[in-house]
């Protein structure tokens, strides 16, 4: 094998076209989980203990399934079955795949976060008479959500970096384009290469910016004053 | 006159444990009364249960003749949904031991908050009357400062301000001065026997600070084991108390002071 600097910024441009639709999926399938994120917290919280139940199993099931399986399910087996069954065209697939395999894992960033809100806060806002809502939206979750943003930043890498996985139902990104470069001329290292770098370029100066948002999270957050 | 509270043999169960058995208790407008008793006697549930933080297992619980914890549906007494309770919460009022300020907000956001949002009076008049407000409780250059950023007596004082800012008539102080250090009683203390003194609203204090009660209540009420033990004006529970329990109570106060 040779490894040619030609081939190497010849298949630059053609990569990079890719990583805008790498970057595309990947904060589709974020928006997605962190919305969707939620409603397995609020499913979690009705007073109907089958739901709950129900629920918490399909969670756990989904969170401990790869993602890939889960992906293949979408996208194929689902068109297959009678009367729910959709065909979805892959970029679809892989946001509700990604998406929805992920919101499991943003679902206990978020109540981790709701749990470290004091009980105190709770009955102050019950004392105060607010609604349920005004609750919800005034005092816990301003308090809640701001220090698990490093670890939601954690989850944005992370879902980053899977979302080549998408390649598999034939979304065209960076690995795709990689793959069929080197199907058509044999030549794999260089635009794998390629591909790497871009992940590398943009997944650790992000990671560099969750730490340092971790830290100040962490000095905010750190003596827990008792308010 | 009539009772602003009452409470009908109430009972409260934690589990197996019955920390209420049976409370008949009135308070009247503008009634200053004191909670006093061992700790683990239920004083502190009292409140809660009248503040919805804690239902009765059973027993009715009266703020204006109104039953709180029951509404008739159809015809039938059913356990209050959120709105029903609601409806009454409004004219009651806590302070609670640990503060629990709301971190994220100025002390004047604190103040301004359930004004503005549960009884839609206008930003600017309620801007208004919290800054008065916080000025009557000694903190009128503090308003733009975060809760973290003041002492504990402080905290409390703010605390005060902000359920006082919904202007309930029934105001309920939960040991508030039990989380503070001892140099910082006094300005609590102090904060409390003023809106005392103004009158107008009726007050429930859980305390072990007996000199306190003493001064400001109209009555005292011994709770001890879930049971009220023994009530009366102050001076006759304090200096005479006729219960042995009560004897032993107050007897333990003076003999650590």
């Not at chain 1, 770098?197 to 730490?211: G, R, T």
């Amino acid at each position: 094998m040779t490894w040619s600097w030609e081939v190497f910024f010849s298949v630059i441009p053609m990569i990079f076209k890719g990583l805008w639709i790498t970057l595309g999926l990947t904060l589709a399938c974020y928006l997605f989980a962190a919305v969707f994120g939620f409603f397995w917290v609020f499913i979690s919280r009705l007073p109907w203990r089958p739901v709950r139940w129900l629920f918490g199993w399909l969670a756990e099931f989904i969170r401990s399934t790869p993602p890939l399986v889960q992906l293949f399910f979408i996208y194929y087996a689902w068109p297959m079955m009678p009367v729910v069954g959709v065909s979805l065209n892959p970029f679809v697939a892989a946001i509700l795949g990604l998406g929805i395999h992920f919101s499991t894992y943003m679902s206990e960033v978020y109540r981790s976060g709701i749990e470290s809100v004091d009980k105190g806060q709770w009955e102050a806002s019950t004392a105060l008479n607010l609604s349920t809502r005004q609750k919800w939206m005034k005092i816990i979750l301003p308090q809640a959500i701001p220090p698990t943003i490093p670890m939601l930043g954690n989850y944005l890498i992370i879902m980053f970096k899977e979302v080549p996985l998408a390649s598999t139902i034939g979304v065209v990104a960076m690995l795709h384009i990689a793959n069929d470069y080197g199907a058509q001329y044999y030549k794999y290292v260089e635009p794998l290469t390629v591909v790497a770098l871009f992940f590398l370029l943009l997944s650790y100066p992000s990671a560099l910016l969750i730490n340092k948002l971790e830290k100040k999270y962490n000095r905010r957050f750190d003596k827990k004053t008792l308010a | 006159m009539e009772p602003i509270v009452q409470y009908k043999d109430v009972h409260k169960s934690f589990g197996q444990t019955e920390v209420l058995k049976g409370i008949d208790l009135d308070i009247k407008p503008s009634e200053k009364v004191a909670l006093i008793g061992p700790s683990g006697s239920g004083k502190t549930t009292i409140i809660r249960m009248l503040m919805t933080l804690e239902e009765p297992t059973a027993g009715i619980i009266e703020v204006n003749g109104e039953n709180l914890w029951q509404m008739e549906k159809k015809g039938e007494w059913v356990t209050a949904d959120e709105n029903h309770l609601r409806s009454i919460r409004g004219d009651i009022g806590m302070v609670f031991q640990h503060f629990n300020l709301f971190p994220h907000m100025t002390i004047l956001e604190n103040c301004m908050l359930a004004p503005v949002l549960v009884k839609n009076e206008s930003k600017s008049e309620v801007k208004a009357t919290a800054v008065e407000m916080l000025e009557k409780v000694g903190l009128g250059d503090k308003i733009e400062l975060y809760p973290a950023q003041l002492s504990g007596g402080q905290k409390q004082r703010v605390a005060m301000a902000r359920a006082l800012m919904m202007r309930p008539k029934v105001m309920l102080f939960d040991e508030v001065t039990s989380a503070l250090d001892p140099e910082l009683v006094g300005e609590v203390l102090e904060v409390i026997r003023d809106l005392a003194k103004e009158g107008e609203m009726a007050m429930i204090l859980v305390t072990h600070e007996m000199d306190f009660a003493l001064d400001i209540a109209d009555r005292v009420v011994f709770l001890n084991e879930g049971v009220i033990e023994e009530q009366g004006a102050p001076s006759e529970i304090l200096m005479n108390p006729e219960s042995e329990r009560l004897q032993d109570f107050l007897g333990r106060f003076t003999s650590s002071r």
